[in-house]
């Protein structure tokens, strides 16, 4: 089992600045994956960003590319969310994600688990 926890969520005002982090914890043979989605009051969970352990792919909404940055720390893993240039529309519930695999023997499964999610609310 894997646990994720988020942190830095909060009220900002337009044009400002957030960074969210997101760490892992337990028992794995590996991460593969960890992101970012969020929900908005009334709409749909919608992907923010993702980054790939092999290869150290990032993958970004379009609409957030360019004020958006996720990174990486492999040997803490944890995960961060650097949002810049807030809007309103910004406004979210964001949840952290890990993609993880688990070894049992000869045996490899992949897992996800999710966080509990942060709010990240922006001011007009």
């Known amino acids: 089992q894997v646990q994720v926890v988020e942190s830095g969520g909060g009220l900002v005002q337009a044009g400002g600045s957030l960074r969210l982090s997101c760490a892992a914890s337990?028992?794995?043979?590996?991460?593969?994956?960890m992101g970012w989605d969020r929900q908005a009051p009334g709409k749909q969970r919608e992907l923010v960003a993702t980054?790939?352990?092999?290869?150290?792919?990032?993958n970004y909404v379009n609409s957030m590319k360019g004020r958006f940055t996720i990174s990486r720390d492999n040997a803490k893993n944890t995960v961060y969310l650097q949002m810049n240039s807030l809007k309103p529309e910004d406004t979210a519930v964001y949840y952290c994600?890990?993609?993880?695999?688990?070894?049992?023997?000869?045996?490899?499964?992949?897992?996800?688990?999710w966080g509990q999610g942060t709010q990240v609310t922006v001011s007009s």
């Open positions: 337990g028992r794995f043979f590996s991460i593969n994956n």
């Open positions: 980054t790939i352990t092999s290869g150290g792919i990032t």
């Open positions: 994600n890990a993609k993880y695999t688990v070894r049992a023997g000869p045996v490899f499964d992949v897992y996800d688990s």
